[in-house]
C-alpha cells in the first residue's frame, strides 16, 4: 500500500514537499514517481525515479521546479515542488511500478490514493 501526504494550500511561487511512503513489501527493483490529475483533465505525468536511483525523468512543465527522490531504506519516494504556479494545481498520485515513464506504467503498478495540491495566484 502508498501512503501519500504533505498537500495543501500553498501562494504561487511558494514550495511544498510530497511524501509517499509504501508498506507491506519492499520496492526496490521498482521505479517510483508522481503523476497529477487537474479538474476536468485526464492524469498527467509529473517526474519518475529508476529503481537504482540513478535515472529521472520529468514532465517538461515541471523541470527546473521540481525534483523527485527516493529512499529505498525507507521505501519512500518524495517530490520537492519550488515556485508552484496555480497550473500545478491537482491531485498529486504516488505510483510505484515495473517501470514509470511519461507515456507508460509498467504492472504490476501500485498506486496511491491522492492528495491535494491547491496553488492560489
Known amino acids: 500500500q502508498l501512503q501519500a501526504s504533505g498537500g495543501g494550500l500553498v501562494q504561487a511561487g511558494g514550495s511544498l514537499r510530497l511524501s509517499c511512503a509504501a508498506s507491506?513489501?519492499?520496492?526496490?527493483?521498482?521505479?517510483m514517481g508522481w503523476f497529477r490529475q487537474a479538474p476536468g483533465k485526464e492524469r498527467e505525468f509529473v517526474a519518475s525515479?529508476?529503481?537504482?536511483?540513478?535515472?529521472?525523468y520529468y514532465a517538461d512543465s515541471v523541470k527546473g521546479r521540481f525534483a523527485v527522490s527516493r529512499d529505498n531504506a525507507k521505501n519512500t519516494v518524495d517530490l520537492q515542488m519550488n515556485s508552484l504556479k496555480p497550473e500545478d494545481t491537482a491531485v498529486y498520485y504516488c505510483?510505484?511500478?515495473?517501470?514509470?515513464?511519461?507515456?507508460?506504467?509498467?504492472?504490476?503498478?501500485?498506486w496511491g490514493q491522492g492528495t491535494l495540491v491547491t496553488v492560489s495566484s
Open positions: 507491506g513489501r519492499t520496492f526496490n527493483n521498482y521505479d
Open positions: 525515479i529508476s529503481w537504482s536511483d540513478t535515472i529521472t
Open positions: 505510483v510505484v511500478a515495473t517501470y514509470v515513464l511519461r507515456t507508460s506504467v509498467g504492472r504490476p503498478a501500485y
